[in-house]
């Protein structure tokens, strides 16, 4: 019998109950390395909700992902789903919840329908039940036609679709995806977001971390943003946006800018943080009104114009930029 979730207290949250997963002071350091890969994170995710985990490579996206798995023990902190201690309830939490690595867990020499054969019976599914989930399961990932050929003839949008599926097998209550869209075709990105939607209708929970933008801001209702190991900042994409709009301005330039623009403009006295991509300019400063002068005379000594000038946040990737300095695109 695993024993309860040694959480006292709940991490506020806007549903009420017990949250579907919980981390309290979550740590986690691995030998040989000077800065945790975990540093005491607090989280609860609603059930019921998509919610989204955001962060730049080597943020600690995967290592979170992996104690929730339980790939991975915590070295501090505690982490719960449904109320049971990753560490001691495997048993229990094996039953309600779906786990879909990053890296598609897939036998190539089996077809799509062993594969689900081989994971289902792992979930403890036999007989008729099992076979019918595996039909289920290959209707959902629009894979029947293709259910008796082997793994290593499919594309990666095929692997990926089979891979979320396999996590889906046993029906879990709570589904887990780490990256589940890098690098595939548009068609198995988009069926993979409408069926996460169809899921979430459903009541299941889900938690997806990602490095998309667009696809945290769709699919998500809660998004938590994390770097170095540690919290940044959660909330709604609406929250998210609000938090960083009395600070930032965005420019759009008439030309190209030159190299060293991005270099030239850190120069600025009271400026927090400068992205340039394209011709958009992204500053942060806790007095941005401030900046309006220094900044155009700036950019008119390197030869440019300026075609707009915007205050706040639009969009969800310049509040990532914003809070990590890093771009969000995948490897």
């Not at 229990?92 to 594969?115: D, M, S």
């Not at 019976?121 to 036609?145: F, K, N, T, V």
């Not at 879990?172 to 198995?188: C, F, G, K, Q």
Request: charge should be neutral; charged fraction near 20%; proline fraction near 7%.
């Amino acid at each position: 019998m695993s024993k309860p979730c040694p959480l006292s207290t709940q991490i506020p949250g806007p549903a009420v109950g017990r949250p579907a997963i919980e981390l309290k002071g979550l740590g986690k350091a691995f030998p040989g390395r000077d800065v945790p890969a975990l540093d005491g994170i607090d989280l609860a995710v609603p059930k019921g909700t998509i919610y989204g985990i955001l962060g730049p490579n080597g943020a600690g996206k995967t290592t979170l992902m992996s104690i929730l798995g339980g790939l991975l023990k915590p070295t501090s902190g505690a982490a719960c789903i449904d109320g049971h201690d990753t560490a001691t309830g495997r048993a229990a939490i094996k039953r309600i919840l779906g786990l879909v690595p990053q890296e598609p867990a897939v036998y190539p020499t089996l077809t799509a329908r062993e594969n689900l054969d081989y994971f289902g019976r792992m979930q403890g599914l036999s007989g008729a039940h099992l076979q019918a989930r595996i039909q289920a399961c290959l209707e959902l990932a629009e894979m029947a036609e293709h259910a008796d050929r082997r793994v290593d003839q499919f594309s990666g949008g095929y692997r990926r679709r089979l891979n979320m599926v396999i996590g889906l097998i046993h029906e879990p209550r709570i589904l887990i995806l780490d990256e589940p869209t890098v690098a595939i075709d548009p068609h198995s990105r988009s069926l993979i977001h409408q069926r996460l939607r169809e899921l979430h209708a459903a009541g299941i929970t889900i938690l997806i971390s990602t490095h998309y933008m667009e696809e945290a801001e769709h699919l998500c209702q809660r998004i938590a943003i994390i770097n170095h190991g540690k919290l940044l900042v959660q909330g709604t994409v609406p929250d998210l946006l609000a938090m960083q709009r009395d600070k930032t301005i965005q420019l759009q330039l008439e030309g190209d800018p030159p190299a060293d623009l991005e270099a030239r403009l850190e120069g600025i006295s009271g400026l927090l943080e400068v992205h340039v991509a394209g011709r958009c300019v992204l500053i942060v400063a806790e007095q941005p009104d401030s900046l309006v002068a220094p900044l155009m005379r700036a950019i008119h000594e390197r030869g440019l114009g300026v075609r707009s000038m915007s205050f706040g946040t639009a969009s969800l990737e310049q509040v990532f930029l914003a809070l990590t300095g890093s771009p969000g695109a995948p490897k």
